[in-house]
């Protein structure tokens, strides 16, 4: 795939997932019922995970997705960051 057509599914990933996230905000707002959790791209980072974790002193298995990007972050690199993260989509 060339350089031109990598940076266009780039960009079309990070539009879909600030537009996920927005909406996924926007169903938390209004308390809607959904079958995806509501606080998805919180239960996927790392960051979070750990601090739950910790404070709770426990695991909490919802929270484990963050072990699964923590990996995937391990093996490809900044891909959460470059191409999934809503701020590095805003920041970009």
């Known amino acids: ?9 780039r960009q079309l990933t990070q539009i879909a997932s600030v537009i996920f996230f927005f909406a996924l905000a926007f169903f938390t707002y209004r308390g809607a019922e959904s079958l995806i959790p509501l606080d998805l791209y919180l239960r996927v980072n790392p960051l979070v995970a750990f601090a739950a974790m910790i404070a709770s002193r426990t695991a909490i298995a919802t929270l484990l997705l963050a072990g699964i990007a923590l990996v995937l972050g391990f093996v490809f690199g900044r891909a959460w960051c470059g191409w999934l993260c809503p701020l590095g989509a805003m920041l970009d």
């Open 1 to 9: 795939m060339s350089s031109n057509r990598w940076r266009t599914a």
